[in-house]
Nanobody
Framework: QVQLQESGGGSVQPGGSLRLSCLLS????????LGWFRQGGGEEREGVAV???????SYADSVKGRFTISLDNDKSTLYLQMNSLKPEDTAMYYC????????????????WGQGTQVTVSS
């Protein structure tokens, strides 16, 4: 029933920008915290950013000041604006819905998208 679908990934040069989108379907958005996670090759999945039911946001230290999470309720779409991208941002990015805003732990998030690849290289 609950579905999340990411899009917007791609390849960019260091310093570039991307905006990831996550289409949210078949659930009441206000009942969930909505987060972005990422997983690089050979690494564990880590929390990147989250927005809770009150609109409050939190970010991993590694992306503060560069990434912005937002929600468009009319479009039922979660966004992650990524600026000043670095090679270490290269990963598969996932959106997810859960009930805990922070800390962002994958096990607290029940619903997941399929992921969208972000590659940052020269």
């Amino acid at each position: 029933q609950v579905q999340l679908q990411e899009s917007g990934g791609g390849s960019v040069q260091p310093g570039g920008s991307l905006r990831l989108s996550c289409l949210l379907s078949s659930f009441t958005i206000t009942n969930y915290c909505l987060g972005w996670f990422r997983q690089g090759g050979g690494e564990e999945r880590e929390g990147v950013a989250v927005i809770d039911s009150n609109g409050r946001t939190s970010y991993a230290d590694s992306v503060k000041g560069r990434f912005t999470i937002s929600l468009d309720n009319d479009k039922s779409t979660l966004y992650l604006q990524m600026n000043s991208l670095k090679p270490e941002d290269t990963a598969m990015y996932y959106c997810a819905a859960g009930v805990v805003s922070w800390p962002l732990r994958p096990r607290e998030y029940k619903y997941w998208g399929q992921g969208t690849q972000v590659t940052v290289s020269s």
